[in-house]
C-alpha cells in the first residue's frame, strides 16, 4: 500500500528566512513523487516532480526537493520565503494501479509566511 | 501547456437534484481523477479512469457515479446531491511524469 504523511500541518517562517517542508512516503515500487502548490481558491500547480533521475530535484519558484530512498522522504526546501510562497503545499506519490496510475495525497502543509 | 478545463467554478444546486460536472482535457492523457478537498481532510480520490469506457474506483465513491465516452472528457455525476457533497471538486490528468489539475468547481447543495 502507498502512502504519504506530511509530517507539519501548518509551518511558519518570517520572509526572507529558509523554508523546510516534510515529506515521508511508503511505497511498494520506486515511485513518481511530486509537490503541487495551492493559493486560496485556486487549483492544484505543480512545482517540482522526482521520476527516477537526479535525487536533487529544481522546481519553480526556487523551491527544491531531494528524494532519499533510505530515508523514505521527500522534503520540500527554499533558501529565502517570499510573502508570494504563503499557500497549501501537498506531496504526492503516482503509482501504478492495473492499466493506470493512481496518485496519493499527503495530507497537506499551510505555509504561512511572515513580514 | 496542458490545459484541463472544468466546466464550471462556482455551482449551486438542490437538494436531491441530478449534477453533472465536466472536465476537459487537451493532452490524449490516457488517466483522468476526480477528487473532492475538503478543510481538514485534504483531497480524496473518489474515481478515476484509465481510458475511455474505463473506471475505478477511489476512496470515496458512495453517491458518485462517472462517465468516460470520449478519452479528453471525464464526467462526475451526483445522482442525487446531498448537503454533505457541499465541497470543492477538482479534476485531473496525466501519467507517472506528471499531472495537471483543473481550477477546481465549488459546490454547494442547499
Known amino acids: 500500500a502507498q502512502s504519504v504523511t506530511q509530517l507539519d500541518s501548518h509551518v511558519s517562517v518570517s520572509e526572507g528566512t529558509p523554508v523546510l517542508l516534510r515529506c515521508n512516503y511508503s511505497?511498494?515500487?520506486?515511485?513518481?513523487l511530486f509537490w503541487y502548490v495551492q493559493h486560496p481558491n485556486k487549483g492544484l500547480q505543480l512545482l517540482l516532480k522526482?521520476?527516477?533521475?537526479?535525487?536533487l530535484v529544481k522546481g519553480i519558484n526556487g523551491f527544491e526537493a531531494e528524494f532519499k530512498k533510505s530515508e523514505t522522504s521527500f522534503h520540500l526546501t527554499k533558501p529565502s520565503a517570499h510573502m508570494s510562497d504563503a499557500a497549501e503545499y501537498f506531496c504526492?506519490?503516482?503509482?501504478?494501479?492495473?492499466?493506470?496510475?493512481?496518485?496519493?495525497f499527503g495530507g497537506g502543509t499551510r505555509l504561512m509566511v511572515k513580514p | 501547456d496542458v490545459k484541463v478545463t472544468q466546466s464550471s467554478r462556482y455551482l449551486v444546486k438542490r437538494t436531491g437534484e441530478k449534477v453533472f460536472l465536466e472536465c476537459v482535457q487537451d493532452?490524449?492523457?490516457?488517466?483522468m481523477f476526480w477528487y473532492r478537498q475538503d478543510p481538514g481532510l485534504g483531497l480524496r480520490l473518489i474515481y478515476f479512469?484509465?481510458?475511455?469506457?474505463?473506471?475505478e474506483k477511489g476512496d470515496i465513491p458512495e453517491g458518485y457515479s462517472v462517465s468516460r465516452e470520449k478519452k479528453e472528457r471525464f464526467s462526475l455525476i451526483l445522482e442525487s446531491a446531498s448537503t454533505n457533497q457541499t465541497s470543492m471538486y477538482l479534476c485531473?490528468?496525466?501519467?507517472?511524469?506528471?499531472?495537471?489539475f483543473g481550477s477546481g468547481t465549488r459546490l454547494t447543495v442547499v
Open positions: 485531473a490528468s496525466g501519467a507517472g511524469y506528471g499531472y495537471t
Open positions: 511505497s511498494s515500487y520506486s515511485p513518481s
Open positions: 522526482y521520476t527516477s533521475a537526479a535525487t
Open positions: 504526492v506519490v503516482s503509482h501504478s494501479l492495473g492499466a493506470g496510475n493512481m496518485l496519493t
Open positions: 493532452m490524449d492523457h490516457e488517466n
Open positions: 479512469s484509465y481510458d475511455v469506457k474505463m473506471k
